[in-house]
């Protein structure tokens, strides 16, 4: 069964609430105890203080962590598809989508993406590393918003910050509008979508004002915006200096359960 996809219209991993509420929340699907999770912050130009900031926010939950930078592999070599396949969990970063794709497909990371995903492991990410995933997204790479193909591993399209960038959310309804995209999700900054078979199965928000919305062709060139609703993720407790690690290995052993239950498999929006 192919793995699920946790989208994220933005976030970071400074240890602020919003954040680690959306970290929480993806590492619940991953059904291990110590899992491995890889950072490929490709998009981003491989910045070494957002490598650090991963490698505390997953330590800290007892995830073994690691990160690929194709910007050094002159210097640290790695064999991709080996390292990437024996992970639980791929995370990827925001920056230029377009820039991105470019880099994955020269080091053919996005047939690794893609066998990864078909052997079930978990795939997420913010901004450009939430719309890779999808069919279409809409990039800032060249400056003015621009659609840009993704690795299609999840049908339609998808926009992110949505509500934060006027003009990108623009030409996300005129391309939409018009045709030159297929209809897809929109997400605010710390909303987050599960996509699992392709399907969308939950939204849900680490912030009271983030949002989500699924965004459609209408007659005319219009566009059918339809706000989708999203769960409240808990506000996790910050006042102690580590995470309890029982309870996050209880909550994923919850969600063990709950992915075969069949109360959970037949529900989506």
Known sequence: MAGPIVAIGGAEFTMRPENEALHDYVLSFVETSEPRICLVPTASGDPQEQIRSFHGA????????????????????????????????????????????????????????????????????????????????????GGAPATVPGLGLTPGSHC?????????????????????IPAGL????????????????EAVRSRESASAFRVSPAAGGEVDERRIEARLLPAPDLTTDEPGLEEMRELRRFRSVARTSPARLGRHL
């Open 186 to 201: 929109a997400l605010d900054d710390h909303a987050a979508a599960l996509i699992e078979d392709g399907r969308m199965v």
């Open 160 to 180: 992110v910050h949505y509500s934060q960038d006027p003009a990108r959310r623009d030409a996300y309804r005129r391309a939409v509008g018009t045709g030159e």
């Open 58 to 141: 997953m330590e800290r939950r007892g995830c073994e962590a690691s990160s690929i930078s194709l910007f050094r592999l002159g210097v640290a070599p790695v064999d991709l598809a080996a390292h990437l396949l024996a992970q639980d969990a791929i995370y990827v970063t925001g920056g230029s989508l377009v820039n991105l794709l470019a880099l994955w497909r020269e080091h053919q990371l996005d047939a690794i993406m893609r066998e990864a995903h078909e052997r079930g492991i978990l795939l997420c990410g913010y901004s450009a590393g939430s719309m890779c995933w999808f069919e279409q997204g809409i990039s800032r790479g």
